[in-house]
């Protein structure tokens, strides 16, 4: 019995561990989007393209959790939920991501 138990709890773990996706892997799938993408200002001027994660970046990811996680530039764990957007200079040089509301506040469409 102790056995069973003992497996259970190592395929229950198992099951919620999340991958973490790395920032290159981001952008290589969702560089397609973010080339199409509104751009945005934020309030030092700088240029950035976003956009709002759905159910195609997902699939473009090959995820379908929500959230996903994913290792920005900084080394940072970042948590992207469906309607959070992705975040990108002009330059395509890094990602980030913020929530709806931080994103509302930060940018301005241009």
Request: positive net charge; charged residues 25%.
């Amino acid at each position: 019995m102790k056995k069973i138990l003992a497996m259970l709890a190592l395929v229950s773990s198992t099951c919620m561990a999340t991958e973490v996706f790395s920032e290159y892997y981001v952008m290589e799938k969702v560089l397609p989007y973010l080339t199409k993408a509104q751009s945005y200002s934020n309030q030092n001027g700088e240029e950035v393209k976003a956009v709002k994660v759905d159910w195609k970046i997902l699939k473009a990811l090959k995820t379908t959790s929500d959230p996903f996680y994913f290792t920005n530039y900084a080394k940072e764990k970042k948590m992207v939920r469906v309607g959070d957007y992705i975040i990108t200079p002009i330059t395509f040089s890094e990602l980030d991501s913020a929530n709806t509301k931080e994103f509302n506040n930060k940018f301005n469409k241009k």
